[in-house]
């Protein structure tokens, strides 16, 4: 038995594998198991199969079952069989039925020339079809496909880059396009692009006979659509009022300044009232030129706006209608009258000049003449009032024996003729025969034709003759001269000079021959005498215009020598320099002068000021400001306001006076020796912001900054306060007269192991280095430029209290850089008084 089902399951599995191959059916698979059992020698019946145990039941149940399914697999597959053959010789069908009607459509699509070029959805390598001779260029390689799409290469470069961009707005957002283009080889095209399906599709094709016709059609329509356009916002945003109207003379158009001038509301109001803007005489006359179809033209007064205005009206037949306009004449009126007026006074400002004129026009015939021409050359008026021409008036005045001689007169007057042709004005001297010399000016008129202008120049000749003459002589008399000469005029330049000048200043010949400006003069001097404001000084009394008056100077050059100089006014205007060397007689002077000085100078500060001005003048102007502070008190009684204001000036003034007292007995006092100090402790951030006080106002009134550079613990030292405050203060003052508005002066305070040193900084105008030494002198002010003003004491007082401490006065200057003062104190007073005694 076990064999048996061994058996039946070879056979069900053989079965079941035929059936899925679809090679054997039912029947073939029944016949097969029983084809197995017999070959077993175990016929398979229903009692042999009651034998069975149930093990064995069971596996052949479930092999029958296995049959079963696999009878009925194989029947469906073959029914699927069967129906996918039935699908496939549909499909077969189908398929052709697309290509033929494919084929159909491709034949109806390029009956006619063209090209399609396709792209699909995310696709940028297009699909191109048809004819694509459409596209041939001059390049032989441009209808290859692969630069099908160069429409560089078969299109012009403008309507290229069309395409280009037209193509561009189609791939990425799907924007349709027609254009008409004409390829470099003259054919005319049309592309059409749209996005149909998912696919970007544009179709080119030539255009030819009717359709042609209707594209260039097109584009004319379009053209004149836009030209009309154009046009008519250019009629409505010019300022002239313009209009056009229909044949019944209705409005049909008006701008914007017809519409103003007419006061309606708007270009509708204008036309539905049919608004004129000429009156009706002036209509009339429009509507006739019109009708006999002329155009017409005319200058009309028109009121507008309530003001009254000339406007040049244009109009014309325009096909049926007419248009027209009105152009403000107003302003080339008024200038016409104008210009009328102007000739007219100039024609009578000319016949008042002693200067002949006449003037020609461009066919040389003459317009214009003034009496002074006529009396001239004696011509009879008649003769010049029939305007004749150049040639005729050149011809009567060589009868007349009035002209220059000439071997060839035909020659001459053709060349005094070319100034018709010229650019620029000709000037010439006529000699004529009876002695007189005329100097004439042919110039080109704008317009046409030449203006003469005679001037008859024989009297001026003969002065400059005798003025040559007067000339050579005064030359001869100033060579002849011991003294240095020269002559400049009114223009600054040299005009006359002697050898004695030239050898003085070691100057040469030629270079004075050149006549050379008094600066250039001043500066080929100035190797011997460098003095500016004596060189100033010169130049003003050479160049002046008012006060001329004789300036004597004296020149001490840096050779020793001393010259007496004189600028002495010529009626001319023009100036004489006279040098006189007198140099021995300096000399003498010089040194007799010094030892007078020398003895002079020895007492006079010492004993007049200490034993007189304390006592003679402080006192009596103590007594004047006592009072003048009583009067200014209000219990002596009400002040005028003009009294409060002088005695204001009072109080100002001698306290001012007060203050250069106080500091000349100080420094009569020091340098008598009397002065001493009160020596103590001083609080160096003290005294400087005591010293800053006293110079606020002036620093608020020019606008001057004070910066302070002191550090912190700068401490103290020993000496007397308020004379190092009254130093201070003196500097102070004395910067800020010289810094410049809108500056700085700056304040420093260094301590070192043995001095405290303070340093005052402005950025004034500098001193010079020839007048550093003499700053610290008694009455020594040098305002150089500045505001400075003063009687020269501050900075004597400054030496003199920085001395009287035993410490000493440093400044450090350069013109244009501003100047510092450095006073050091020394720490020590004791060892200073030490020293001292």
């Not at 003196?730 to 910067?735: E, Q, T, V």
Request: negative net charge; aromatic residues 6%; charged residues 25%.
């Amino acid at each position: 038995m076990p064999g048996v089902v061994a058996m039946m399951r070879r056979t069900l599995l053989s079965c079941t594998a035929m059936v899925r191959d679809g090679l054997v059916g039912v029947g073939a698979s029944v016949a097969l198991a029983s084809h197995a059992l017999a070959a077993e020698g175990s016929p398979l019946t229903l009692a042999g199969l009651v034998d069975l145990d149930r093990q064995e039941i069971a596996a052949l149940t479930t092999g029958g079952a296995v049959l079963g399914f696999s009878v009925v697999c194989a029947i469906l597959l073959m029914r699927n069989r069967q129906r996918a053959a039935r699908t496939e010789t549909k499909l077969r069908n189908e398929l052709h039925a697309v290509q033929t009607e494919a084929d159909r459509f491709r034949a109806l699509l390029f009956t006619e020339p063209q090209v399609l070029v396709s792209w699909a959805a995310g696709e940028t390598r297009p699909e191109i079809s048809g004819d694509t001779a459409i596209m041939m260029s001059q390049d032989p390689q441009a209808h290859q496909p692969q630069r099908i799409l160069a429409f560089g290469t078969w299109l012009p470069p403008e309507p290229a880059l069309r395409m280009d961009h037209a193509v561009d707005a189609l791939l990425d957002a799907g924007e349709g396009f027609v254009l008409n283009l004409t390829t470099t080889t003259g054919r005319a095209i049309e592309a059409m692009g749209r996005a149909i399906g998912g696919q970007a599709i544009v179709r080119i094709r030539e255009l030819s006979g009717l359709r042609r016709e209707l594209a260039e059609m097109t584009l004319r329509y379009k053209g004149l659509a836009e030209e009309s356009d154009t046009l008519r916002g250019f009629a409505n945003a010019a300022p002239t009022p313009i209009w056009a109207r229909h044949a019944d003379g209705k409005l049909a158009f008006a701008n914007a300044a017809y519409v103003r001038a007419t006061e309606a509301a708007d270009t509708a109001d204008a036309i539905g009232r049919n608004l004129e803007l000429l009156d009706s005489d002036h209509r009339d006359s429009l509507a006739h030129a019109l009708n006999d179809n002329q155009p017409f033209a005319a200058r009309i007064p028109l009121v507008i706006s309530g003001e009254r205005k000339i406007f040049d009206v244009h109009a014309a037949r325009i096909g049926a209608g007419s248009a027209g306009m009105a152009i403000d004449a107003s302003e080339a009126a008024a200038l016409k009258a104008a210009l009328v007026r102007m000739a007219e006074a100039h024609r009578r400002t000319l016949d008042q000049l002693s200067s002949g004129v006449a003037v020609f026009d461009g066919q040389r015939r003459l317009a214009f003449y003034n009496d002074a021409y006529r009396r001239l050359w004696d011509l009879d008026r008649t003769f010049l009032d029939s305007n004749p021409d150049d040639s005729s008036v050149l011809d009567r005045l060589r009868a007349a024996r009035k002209l220059p001689e000439q071997p060839n007169f035909r020659t001459w007057k053709n060349k005094l003729h070319e100034a018709y042709h010229a650019n620029e004005a000709h000037k010439d001297v006529w000699y004529l025969p009876d002695g007189r010399a005329l100097s004439i000016v042919t110039t080109p008129n704008p317009e046409g034709g030449v203006t003469y202008l005679y001037d008859d120049v024989t009297e001026r000749l003969d002065l400059a003759r005798r003025f040559d003459g007067l000339i050579r002589v005064q030359r001869e008399t100033l060579d002849a001269l011991g003294e240095a000469v020269a002559v400049f005029g009114s223009n600054g330049r040299a005009q006359l000079f002697n050898p004695a000048f030239a050898k003085m200043w070691r100057l040469s010949d030629e270079a004075l021959a050149q006549e050379p400006h008094i600066e250039m003069v001043e500066t080929w001097c100035r190797p011997l005498f460098d003095e500016p404001a004596v060189w100033q000084t010169i130049r003003g009394a050479i160049t002046s215009i008012d006060n001329r008056a004789p300036v004597p100077l004296k020149m001490e050059r840096k050779d020793g020598s001393v010259l007496a100089c004189m600028c002495m006014p010529l009626p001319d205007g023009a100036t004489m320099l006279t040098f006189q060397d007198i140099s021995d007689a300096e000399n003498v002077e010089r040194a007799l002068r010094e030892r007078n000085e020398a003895l002079e100078a020895a007492d006079q500060m010492k004993v007049d000021f200490v034993h007189h001005v304390s006592y003679e003048l402080r006192s009596p102007l103590t007594t004047i400001i006592g009072f003048a502070h009583l009067l200014s008190d209000s219990s002596t009684g009400p002040l005028l306001a003009k009294q409060a204001e002088y005695l204001d000036y009072i109080t100002t003034s001698t306290s001012a006076l007060l203050a250069i007292i106080n500091n000349i007995l100080d420094l009569a006092t020091i340098d008598a020796g009397a002065m001493s100090l009160n020596l103590g402790p001083i609080d160096i951030r003290a005294i400087i912001d005591a010293a800053a006080e006293g110079v606020q106002d002036r620093l608020a009134r020019d606008r001057i900054a004070l910066q302070i550079d002191v550090a912190s613990d700068i401490g103290s030292f020993i000496g007397d306060e308020s004379r190092v405050v009254q130093v201070l203060y003196n500097l102070l003052a004395n910067a800020v007269g010289f810094a410049p508005h809108d500056s700085a002066v700056t304040l420093r305070a260094a301590r070192t192991e043995h001095m405290i040193t303070f340093s005052v900084t402005d950025r004034g105008p500098g001193i010079p280095q020839d007048k550093q030494d003499k700053i610290f002198d008694w009455f020594e002010s040098h305002a150089n430029g500045s505001r400075h003003r003063g009687a020269g004491l501050g900075l004597s007082l400054v030496r003199s209290f920085v001395e009287l401490h035993g410490g000493k006065v440093r400044i450090d200057s350069a013109v244009g850089r501003g100047t510092t003062v450095s006073c050091d104190f020394p720490l020590d007073q004791t060892a200073h008084r030490n020293a001292a005694e």
